[in-house]
């Protein structure tokens, strides 16, 4: 649950920043504690923002900035990072932070099974995930309010999904389930 209020408040920020001083990065994990993370800048979040922030390393305070930890997080997540003011290349240390959250990725698929807490997938063939494996397994929540219901064998289906594929038989995402939408 803190989770998915996590995701909600960062979702909520986006929204927002839109319009101030209010900035959004996608970066790795390199350090995470309760006190502290920090993180390696990969690109800006903004495709229209160009600026090449590579290797740019940020930290923040979780205690100070009242940004809440992302359960569950750890080194080497792909986190999208909110914070005030304009990263430049020369920047290091720490970043004025309002949230952070785990960066989601969409998975296109066709449905093949629906079961009470899970469902099995087959990725588009558009979609990269189809190059590593034919079928995948999306855990669900019982109580989430899916718009899935009432999907149907062979309905596409759009999956977010945050980390990577984790081996298995079959391979799991892990999907936000409550965002999962019927598409065709």
Known sequence: MKRISSIVFIVCLCLLSACGDEYCVTGTIAECSEERVAVEVTRMTDVNDTTDVSGTRVTFPLSETGVPPIDGAVVGDVVEVIYRGKLTPADKGDLDALGFNLATKELRATLQ?????????????SDPLAQETEVIKVQIDRDAPLKVRGADKGDT?????????VPGSPPQVEAIDWMIEVIG
């Open 113 to 125: 099974a629906f079961e009470p807490d899970y469902l099995l997938v087959s990725p588009l063939e």
């Open 157 to 165: 289906l759009l999956i977010p999904y945050v980390r990577e594929l």
